[in-house]
């Protein structure tokens, strides 16, 4: 090979390299949203902590969906992870949650007592559970916020550290250990 040769090579090589790059780096761009200014403001994130805590309570031996905060978890997850679409049914159905609470108790979520948000959220499970029976195409958004409230709690570092048994450093590799009745899920 010549030296005209292998400055040819490099050429191509290098020429590929940085094509291949550019066109990988695009792929990790985001997606533009066709929804302008955030999708959920500081009194939705309240709500969603609301629902959260109600699903997740604190209790004497672990702590709430609300001190994990999920609702600021479910706010970047869904700007983030979810389709346009998703975003839509998720961001129409925290009205939907306002208005069936108005409707019935005439009070918003979240001026609700413990007892009137649990028949609520029972109502919507069971609304939900008709919908996945219909084998209806789009999730319902009370599935969404159950599945985003348990995501974000067990996988924060409240959920992780005071719920779940949590070892820094672990020792050695066992893979199958017993549970024992009483004792928490390892984290």
């Known amino acids: 090979m010549n030296r005209r040769e292998a400055l040819s090579a490099v050429t191509i090589?290098?020429?590929?390299?940085?094509?291949?790059?550019?066109?990988?780096?695009?792929?990790?761009?985001?997606?533009?949203?066709?929804?302008?200014?955030?999708?959920?403001?500081?009194?939705?994130?309240?709500?969603?902590?609301?629902?959260?805590?109600?699903?997740?309570?604190?209790?004497?031996?672990?702590?709430?969906?609300?001190e994990a905060n999920v609702g600021e978890f479910m706010k970047t997850f869904i700007n983030d992870c979810y389709t346009d679409k998703e975003q839509k049914i998720f961001v129409d159905g925290l009205s939907k949650l306002n208005l069936a609470s108005d409707m019935q108790y005439a009070k918003g979520f979240t001026q609700l007592d413990a007892r009137q948000k649990e028949e609520l959220l029972l109502a919507l499970e069971k609304e939900a559970a008709e919908t996945r029976k219909q084998n209806h195409p789009d999730i319902h958004y009370y599935t969404m916020i159950k599945q985003l409230t348990l995501t974000g709690f067990l996988t924060s570092e409240v959920g992780a550290t005071k719920a779940l048994r949590h070892v820094a450093v672990p020792g050695r590799y066992e893979g199958c250990i017993p549970l024992q009745p009483g004792v928490k899920a390892w984290g």
């Not at 761009?29 to 959920?40: A, F, M, T």
């Not at 403001?41 to 609301?50: G, H, P, R, V, W």
């Open 13 to 66: 090589i290098m020429g590929g390299t940085i094509i291949g790059a550019e066109a990988f780096l695009t792929g990790c761009s985001p997606r533009k949203k066709n929804v302008e200014g955030p999708l959920l403001t500081e009194k939705d994130i309240n709500l969603l902590n609301e629902v959260g805590e109600t699903i997740l309570p604190h209790t004497n031996s672990s702590p709430g969906a609300k």
